[in-house]
């Protein structure tokens, strides 16, 4: 019995983790960007994954922050080498988010957010499923999503319309998603999700739990 004892005093729990990945997606205009650009100054330690592109640069995006912009066939280069971790093409562009950079700092237990479209979601979960959380962020009224596209003013009327066809297309693979957050309150959204990663970094299918037993009793 006291042998069984001492022998317990010696055990170490320790547990180790490796990155998460947070994927974010959302109607176009819901707010993602912001949401997300908030999300990283309250926790510089997150890495926000630079996807390639080959949409045509916006008037206040920069090549390499907002996206890596190339061409079709750079881009169809990247695919035939395996430098994906998933891509999809979305309102008619490819879009993608680079494999390498990812993984390595999935390892280095850097947290990973994505803003990609359900179809890119859908192969990160299938991929890394336990090392993948997926958020979807919605409006709460369509009027509402769309007097902020209008706002934002960086698409005409035509790319208004394909935008609100991919949003009525992605309403059906919402629920293949972990979280739904409503993005009404722009604060309490962003709480929302801070919440959700918290949670989901304590999760049992994120921690490792190895055992050790030392000489002396800790
Ligand atoms: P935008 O052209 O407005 O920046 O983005 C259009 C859509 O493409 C958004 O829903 C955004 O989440 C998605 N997107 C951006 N980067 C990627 C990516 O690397 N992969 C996928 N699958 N979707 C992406």
Redesign the pocket.
């Known amino acids: 019995m006291q042998e069984l004892i001492d022998f317990f005093q010696t055990f170490k729990f320790n547990i180790t983790t490796k990155g998460h990945i947070f994927v974010?997606?959302?109607?176009?205009?819901v707010g993602?960007?912001t949401v997300i650009k908030e999300l990283l100054k309250r926790n510089p330690n997150m890495y926000f994954?630079i996807?390639?592109?080959t949409?045509a640069k916006?008037y206040n995006?920069i090549d390499g922050v907002?996206?890596h912009f190339v061409d079709k066939e750079t881009f169809k280069k990247m695919i035939l080498n395996d430098e994906?971790l998933?891509?999809?093409i979305?309102?008619e562009?490819f879009?993608?988010?680079?494999k390498s950079i990812t993984l390595s700092k999935i390892e280095n237990n850097i947290d990973v957010i994505?803003?990609?479209?359900?179809?890119?979601?859908i192969?990160v979960k299938s991929k890394l499923p336990n090392l993948t959380t997926l958020i979807y962020i919605i409006p709460p009224t369509g009027k509402e999503l769309l007097n902020r596209l209008y706002k934002r003013n960086?698409?005409n009327l035509n790319e208004i319309a394909t935008?609100i066809t991919?949003s009525l297309i992605?309403i059906n693979y919402i629920n293949a998603y972990d979280y739904i957050v409503v993005n009404d309150d722009l604060q309490k959204c962003i709480d929302e999700v801070e919440q959700i990663f918290r949670v989901q970094k304590m999760s049992s299918k994120v921690q490792l739990l190895s055992i050790t037993a030392s000489k002396e009793a800790e």
């Open positions: 974010i997606s959302g109607f176009s205009g993602k960007g994954s996807s390639y592109t949409r916006r995006e907002d996206y994906f998933e891509w999809a979305v309102n562009n879009y993608g988010t680079p994505l803003d990609i479209d359900v179809k890119g979601a192969q960086t698409e935008r991919t992605e």
